[in-house]
């Protein structure tokens, strides 16, 4: 199978191949590490590899699951594969291996993916780009002087590639949906506990952190979402129960739908973002749909307040527990500078404080909730303007203040559905006049993934973006 070939095939597509017997698993897994020998030294997106576990894995194992033998890769951070290090971007867990499988990846295994590496994150997937110490910048396919995205910036820079056609990923704050707007690809993040975080952890982030995907097509997102949805024993809590398949939805029209443009005056958004949102109201009306706009009636003090005090409450158990783990003291020779703070500021804020950020959130939810009895979906960008340079938002820096700025005004839209819960998604539907992509987001109801699948296959079907991604796979192929 040549390169041209391979990109051709989204994770199903590649499955079915292998079910009828016109390539094996091994030759897929060998086109996928030959990509990454080839791209990753420009990428730097897996900078964690398991080549010959992958290849033993396929020894040992059948063909089976619904992705049989399908190559994947795992993000770098708080899942585990026992044996492999997960250092979460972070030197304080370099080389650290894991003892255990987690329930998630357990479940990723079973579909018949078969696991060869882990990709780049920030330190503890704490920002918007991905350019960690201990690995180094990811860099993004479309222009490699930008970022990826974060956190899940090694995996979206991995599929855009195209070394694999879907990655796993994870969204605490738009850490699926940011990435996959940077580089052009489908990014949806689920109802808060549909798929499984433990057996350690067992929920993220007061529940605002997620585990799936970033996919070319949207119908591998679904099927991965079929088979890793579900409570693990012990979770604390259970996500709305689903009584159809994600994947069937696709098919499925959505029906005329009334969508609620969200605008806030007081965002900055920049030019070539405001026209690929025209261009998505657009073609949503031409489908149908109604799209007027709205706003969120919710203090945006009080919702930076709650994410401010969660993370950062999170952030200092999590340096404080992993220097206890490592023996690896709490400095800037094991943690960034962005961290250490966040660390600090989290030793700050008391128990009360906490309480009354999660109460924050559920109010948020609560406020949410009743735009949906208005509106099917809301929409809004992704981020407020096209990728990044890299080292535009550094978390090794001293400048606090621009550093929050910086990010604040670039990534002001996702965070709001990872504090109610509910699910949300970016489709890659256009891209700027330099070509640059730039995602639309689309969010629904708590639990309500059914109606952004239906949504989403219908405006892949109307503006497919594979095209275009292969595109610009052959032309960095040319230039490596």
Excluded at 269 to 287: A, F, G, H, W
Excluded at 330 to 339: A, D, H, K, L, P
Aim: proline share 5%; net charge negative; aromatic share 8%.
């Amino acid at each position: 199978m040549n390169n041209s070939e391979y990109f051709s095939y989204d994770a199903l597509g590649l499955a079915e191949l292998v079910r009828t017997k016109q390539i094996s698993s091994i030759e897929l897994l060998e086109v996928a590490i030959a990509l990454t020998e080839k791209l990753d030294p420009k990428l730097n997106a897996v900078p964690i590899k398991h080549f010959e576990l992958a290849r033993e894995n396929l020894k040992n194992n059948i063909d089976s699951g619904i992705f049989n033998g399908v190559p994947f890769l795992l993000k770098d951070l708080n899942n585990y594969l026992k044996g492999t290090v997960t250092s979460g971007g972070s030197r304080v867990l370099e080389n650290i291996t894991a003892d255990h499988t987690s329930e998630l990846v357990k479940r990723t295994l079973d579909s018949g993916l078969n696991i060869f590496g882990k990709t780049n994150s920030p330190e503890l997937g704490l920002t918007v780009t991905t350019e960690p110490v201990l690995y180094g910048p990811t860099r993004n396919p479309w222009d490699l002087d930008r970022s990826s995205g974060g956190s899940s910036g090694g995996a979206s820079s991995a599929v855009a590639a195209g070394i694999i056609p879907m990655a796993q990923a994870s969204d605490g704050g738009g850490s699926i949906r940011i990435p996959a707007s940077c580089c052009g690809l489908f990014g949806l993040k689920p109802t808060r506990a549909r798929t499984p975080l433990g057996p350690v952890s067992l929920e993220g982030w007061g529940g605002q952190s997620i585990f799936h995907c970033v996919s070319v097509s949207v119908r591998d997102s679904a099927a991965l979402l079929d088979v890793t949805s579900g409570p693990e024993k012990g979770a604390p809590y259970r996500s709305a129960y689903q009584e159809k398949s994600f994947l069937e939805q696709i098919n499925i029209e959505p029906g005329n739908l009334k969508i609620g443009y969200l605008e806030d005056s007081s965002i900055s958004v920049d030019e070539d973002v405001e026209e690929v949102m025209n261009s998505t109201i657009d073609l949503c009306q031409k489908l149908g749909h109604s799209v007027e706009s709205t706003k969120i009636n919710f203090s945006s003090e009080e919702i930076s307040l709650a994410i401010i005090t969660i993370i950062s409450s999170n952030v200092s158990y999590a340096v404080k527990s992993q220097s206890d783990q490592t023996g690896r003291e709490v400095s800037n020779e094991y943690f960034e500078n962005v961290t250490l703070q966040m660390a600090e500021n989290g030793n700050n804020f008391s128990a009360s404080d906490y309480v009354n950020a999660i109460k924050i959130n559920h109010r948020l939810g609560q406020e949410l909730e009743k735009m949906f009895d208005q509106y099917d979906v809301l929409l809004s960008p992704v981020l407020a303007s096209p990728p990044v340079k890299i080292g535009t938002i550094d978390m090794n820096t001293n400048d606090m203040k621009t550093y929050v700025e910086r990010l604040t005004n670039y990534s002001p839209f996702t965070g709001i559905f990872n504090q109610s819960g509910q699910p949300s998604m970016s489709v890659p539907l256009f891209r700027t006049k330099d070509n640059l992509p730039v995602g639309s987001m689309f969010s629904a109801a708590f639990g309500n993934e059914n109606l952004l699948f239906s949504l989403a296959g219908q405006l892949e079907q109307a503006q497919p973006w594979v095209k275009s991604l292969n595109v610009m796979r052959e032309k960095l192929l040319e230039t490596i």
